[in-house]
Structures are given as structure tokens and as C-alpha cells.
């Protein structure tokens, strides 16, 4: 790997690829109609997922020049220093190995002398059979009741990953076993999440990274008194904390401090960044949930897609042309966001998973070496599922005035096969929804000229706001139907999208400084807030205001 990033505006593609967006106005119509080999050439197989680019705006001579930017920043050394283990978080000096983590137990993998395909499935076993005690009913409580409700505590990469993936594999649950996710430092979250729930029943994990995120020790000492005050009278503390409570972290001597006992804990390991994490004992809730059957199937997705990404060449490489084409719309065509829009209710947490995914990996604004970047990085991610999307959001994606490229998921098959049948026409429901699927992406390529407007009959003064321009960018990603191992496939996609963009950045895509400074503000600012009026002196003008409104107001 060369020693420092390549500073991607120094390369002869950047330079090809602005003179072709100079100007670059291609016609999808014409560019679909004129090459029959386009859409063959732009459908890919990546595992399950069957993936079609051939509506992104490009052709073949931006491909070629894009391939040519991945080439000369080096993205390959950098992809095969990552499933190395080298030290490529440069900021943080740690490997990035949350690939590892989906290795087959048959692999091996050694880092700093240590075999870490051997640590990750002596913790896998152990989840494993602590998932199928509770999912038995053989763990307890404290009064020898089985677990009904596991609750998970955690925020960030330690809440957004296993609550996706609880809500996309629903069908896989356990009957009688349901999770909740408390992450909010905001009290409502847990008074929320707590209500109603049985203490003898309901077993609590604290998922953190760190064991030092304030939001998630906060809200694991609210659940620890919300549990000890509510056991039946007698009840031994140290045994119920023992028997309720379960830990995830990395920080195994703090779990012990907080008192939970640490053969009840589940480690992993600093390599594993917060955002990557829900392949490790991070998704022990989901474990529990899906069972270790189906929880191996996701990693089998996770790895296949890594194999993809490893292997597969350039020309038909999912991941690293998606990324490459997010550069190009981001740094040439000028796109500030990106739509994820799952076809698939059962994501509708996928584009929230994403956010953090992607903005914490590439939001930044040097490179691994600390110089400044002269180009835009990190585009906003964002989403709903569709169709609801369609009757809020859309409209501006049709024809507004930016440019917004969109990935588009569905599945063949549905959770929940319902027909309408009221009429006697037994209309198949997720046909319908699979019509909308289709519908949009093909609107939003093509559009509707103002002479095809004209010919429906259309007033003059009306043509104008009922043309769509069309050329509207997107991606169609679908698979047969959403299952544990598809969606390991899909979230490997876009971890392996986020690395080729911050790879052409030349950025550091698994660190995060920028949450530090308001975590640092928000410790400083608690006296003033609690009202000490010395402390709020010191705070800007506009804070202290704000914090005498609070004064003045609460409680009122
Ligand atoms: O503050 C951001 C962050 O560090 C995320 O990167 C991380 O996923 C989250 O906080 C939670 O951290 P932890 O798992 O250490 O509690």
C-alpha cells in the first residue's frame, strides 16, 4: 500500500471524468434504446442480488474513467489491506476487520500473532448457547420464570444495527420472545420501553463498544433500579443483576464494574467499528430473537458479499461500481444526497441503519493523513420505504431542481403473500407494490415529454408542470425475498460502497471525531443546566439565554 492517500484530484481520471461531466447530458431513452448490449452489461449478480445500473447517468466511456480513478488511488491494495487486517485506521491506529467477523470458522486469519477467526467464533459458540438457554426457557430469572421480553441497551452502532435487522427479520422470530431497544438518552425512551414490561421476565443487555457512552450507562442504571425496585420483595440483588443482566462490549474490566458478571459478558475487539459491529455479539438480542441457525445464515450473507467484493472483477464488481458511481454523481454531477428506497416494509429502519453507516464513515473533511480535501465528500443518506415515499417525498425527486440518485430494493417473494379478493379478482397485493417498484424507476428515467403531455390532451398552460424531465437516476437492487442471509448480503453492499468512496477520498471511513466535541460540551454544560449560575456566566451569549429559558420554564 503507498504511504500516504492519493489526493484523487491529481489523477488523470479526475481530470477525464470533469471534462465528460462538462456539459454531460445524456438521454436515458436514447442511451437504453440505441445499445441493446447497456442493460445486460449493467445487470450484476452479487450473491442473491440482482442488480441493475443500467438507469444510472452514465455510459461507457464514464465507466471506464471511473474504473480508471479506483485503479490509480489504488482501491485495490487498500481493499486487500482492509481484509488483511493492516492498520488502515490511521487516526484511531487500528486494522478494520469487521469481515472477520463473517469468516467460516474453518478460515484463519492471524493479526499482531493472534488468530482472530478463532476469538470470533469462541464468542460466537458462547452467544450461541447463552441464546439458546434464554430462547429454551432453561436461563431464568431470578425467580425461575422464563425470558419474555430481552431488551437491548445501546445507541449508535450498538442499537441501529440489531433494531434493523429485528424488524427486517420478523418472521424469523421466536414466538413468546420479544425485544425492545432502549437508546435515547431522553427518558422517554426507557419510560416508554419499560412500561408494561414484567421484571421477572425480562432480561436486559447492555451493548457498548465502549462502556463509556454516557446515554447507555445512564439508561442501564435507570433499568438496573427499574428492576430491583420492581422484583418481588426478597429478591437477592447481586443474584437478579446476575440473572437480568448480560453485557456486550469490548471494555470487559468496566462491565465488571458496573456489576454485571463477566461470564455473562460478550466481548469483541477494538478492530470492529461501532457502525460494523451488528455481525458481532452486538447483535445478541437479534440472536436470541432469530435463533443461532438463522443468525449464521446473515454472516453467510455478510461473507458472501465479501468474497464478491474481494474477487469479483472490476466490470461486474457490485459494490465497487455503485461506490464509484456515487462518486461520480457526488464530485461531477454535483448531488448532495443519496434515497435508499426499500420496496419492503420490513427495511423500514434500513435507511436509519445507513445513515450512520455512511455519514459517520465519510463524513469528513481530511484525509487519513490530514490534509485537507478540495471536493466534497459524504453524501446525505436518506429514505423511507416505498410506497409510502411516493406520496410524500417523491415529487421533488421527479421534478425538482436537484439532483437526488436513489437505490431502489425489492424482493420477488413477501413476508406476507395477501390477495385482495373482496371484487372476486384475487389481486395479488405485493403485485401491486412490485408495479409501484417498477413504475418509479422507470418514470424517473424516462419521464414524460411535453409533446407525449400535449397528446393526452392537456391544456397549454398546463404542459409545463405535468412534464417530467426524466434522467433521473437509479439503482434497482432485488433478490428473491428478505432473508437473514440476503440482508447480510445487502448490508455487506453498503459497507463495501461506503469503503470505496471514502477510499477514492482518501479519507479515514472508520473513525468518528466529530461526535466528540458535543459530548465534551454536553458534560461542561450539565452544572449550568442543573442551574449553577456561576457556570452558565461563562457560556456564550446565546447558550445562556437558552438555558435561562429552560430555568424559567421548567416545572411549569
Ligand atoms: O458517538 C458515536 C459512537 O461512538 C458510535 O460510533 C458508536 O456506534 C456509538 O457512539 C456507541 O458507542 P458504544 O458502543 O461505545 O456505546
Partial sequence: MSLGPVDPTTTGAWAQLSRLADGYDLDLRRHLADDPAWVPHQTLTAGDLHVDLSKNLWDDGVEAALLRLADEVDLGARRDAMFAGERINVTEDRAVLHTALRLPADASLTVDGQDVVADVHEVLDRAYAFAERVRSGEWTGVTGRRIETVVNIGIGGSDLGPVMAYEALEPYRQDGLTCRFISNIDPTDAGQKLAGLDPET????VSSKTFGTLETLTNARLCKTWLLERLPPGSDPAAAVAQHFVAVSTALDKVADFGIDTDNAFGFWDWVGGRYS???????SLVIAIGPDHFADLLAGFHAMDEHFRTAPAASNVPLKMGLLNVWYVNFLGAHTHAVLPYAQLLHRFPAYLQQLTMESNGKRVRWDGTAVGYDTGEVFWGEPGTNGQHAFYQLIHQGTRLVPADFIAFANPAYPLVDDVDGQGV????????NFFAQTQALAFGRTADEVRAQGVADNLVPARTFPGNRPTTSIMAPALTPGVLGQLVA??????????AVWGIDSFDQWGVELGKELAQQLRPAVAGDADVTAHQDPSTQSLIRYYQETRGR
Fill in 202 to 205: 425480562t432480561l436486559f443487555i
Fill in 278 to 284: 451488528m455481525d458481532s455479539a452486538i447483535g445478541l
Fill in 428 to 435: 395479488d397485493v405485493h403485485e401491486l407494490l412490485l408495479a
Fill in 493 to 502: 453492499l453498503y459497507e463495501h460502497v461506503t469503503f470505496v468512496e471514502g
